[in-house]
């Protein structure tokens, strides 16, 4: 069975920085991406980063460009989310989810082509 399972968020002051984790397991293809997404109260849930080993790194969000990058470790399965100058409105939960078809993953966040997701984790920027 294919788990993803986030870590890492908080409580932090604008301007810091915190790094979510997502832990991958049960996957037996190398051919997959995972992606970082985040729901604020009241919003749709909205990708914001991904990377897969065929098509790299998207960005899907431009708010986050300069601020937020997304990295993989292959040996650990585990992707990361390095988030710094945290604003109030990145308050959100932050989902890692996997999809089977990384390059239209590469192209789009349409959540058509995600699943399975991890159960969340919640990052909070107070001002």
């Known amino acids: 069975e294919v788990q993803l399972v986030e870590s890492g968020g908080g409580l932090v002051q604008a301007g810091g920085s915190l790094r979510l984790s997502c832990a991958v397991s049960?996957?037996?293809?190398?051919?997959?991406?995972v992606a970082w997404f985040r729901q604020a109260p009241g919003k749709e849930r909205e990708g914001v980063l991904c990377?897969?080993?065929?098509?790299?790194?998207?960005n899907y969000l431009d708010s986050v460009k300069g601020r937020f990058t997304i990295s993989s470790d292959n040996v650990d399965n585990t992707v990361y989310l390095q988030m710094n100058s945290l604003k109030p409105e990145d308050t959100a939960v932050y989902y890692c989810?996997?999809?089977?078809?990384?390059?239209?993953?590469?192209?789009?966040?349409?959540?058509?082509?995600?699943?399975?997701w991890g159960q969340g984790t919640q990052v909070t920027v107070s001002s």
């Open positions: 049960g996957v037996t293809s190398d051919d997959y991406a």
């Open positions: 989810a996997l999809s089977y078809y990384p390059f239209i993953a590469s192209k789009t966040s349409d959540r058509a082509y995600f699943g399975p």
């Open positions: 990377i897969s080993s065929t098509e790299g790194i998207t």
